[in-house]
């Protein structure tokens, strides 16, 4: 038995495929899963272009192809041309390594609407160091290059944390220059392996101070040339973020063996019942599904959120952040001032920005000193 859906449930407008959760990359900042899944049951292409098409069907306009790096799939070419197919436009998520010009230029073939190019730093000794991968960024700049001689829209993430947030400016010029019509600066999410290195990455509020003030300088110095998107980081916030534009109201995730996620970090939540792509319709398990009726709406927020004026405006923040700091996942998001557990927020982030010299740890590798900034 499945509870009836909610009335006048809106339709996704993006669904993120991650392809493959293999990646040649190690960031210590990445909110992938601490146990990835195998690339045995990844889903095929054919069962990937069943989704876009039921995707497409339930109203989302948007897919992302994503990892891992979704380059890694030898089949990259034909599940992109099925998103395009099914009348999707169609946006590549990807670091870059593994994806040559040739396969590039058969992407945009297919219809390839999009592409977004992480940089993990301005040059490229650091950036190399923390995706410990050496010769990336070389890689990712080439890339980016034929991005745009390719006519194809491109933009570049960032993901900030204590080693490169001093970078700001740099990082907004090389996009600039690469011919990026915009950048993505993003505060690292510690979520999934992510957690286990937020001693390593947390920013001092002085640093985040420094960053918000160089951003407005910036803003004004490339408008009409590059957008500039910022995410300011949580544990300094005053808000919180409407997570994923609310649980269950925007968009969707399909994990690569196709189980369907409100949102990346969804798995971290004990309890939570994830159907799949493989088992049923798309748009059953949007409407339906247990993992997407529990946070869905208002009615399951405690106070202060159930009675806060700010509650259809950010939906209570994070599930994923709450059950990370507070133990539970239907706490008010402690990014918000009104929630008992804000000061424990800030308390981590001072401990945590200014306890010693951490080492990273990545995924698969040896630990290593952080670089010093
Ligand atoms: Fe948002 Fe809840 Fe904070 Fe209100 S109390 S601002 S709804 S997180
Ligand atoms: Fe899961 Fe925010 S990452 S709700």
Redesign the pocket.
Known sequence: MTAAPPPALPAPLGLLAELTHRCPLACPYCSNPTALEPQAGELTAGEWARVFTEAAGLGVLQVHLSGGEPAARRDLVEIAGAAHAAGLYTNLITSAVGLDATRLDRLRGVGLDHVQISLQDVDAGSADHIADYPGAHRRKLTLAHRVVELGLALTVNAVIHRANIGNLAGLVGLAASLGAGRIEIAHAQYHGWALRNRAALMPTWAQVEQAMASLAQLRVQYEGRLAIDLVVPDYYAR??KPCMGGWGRRSLNVTPSGRVLPCHAAETIPGLEFWSVRERPLAEIWERSPAFQAFRGTDW?PE??RS????E?????CRCQALAITGDAAA??P?????PDHALMRLLAGQDSTGGTPHYDWRGRAAAPVPAR
């Open positions: 808000w919180p927020m202060p959120c806060c004026d700010r509650r405006i950010d939906f209570g923040g008010t998001d990014a918000c001032e009104r929630s």
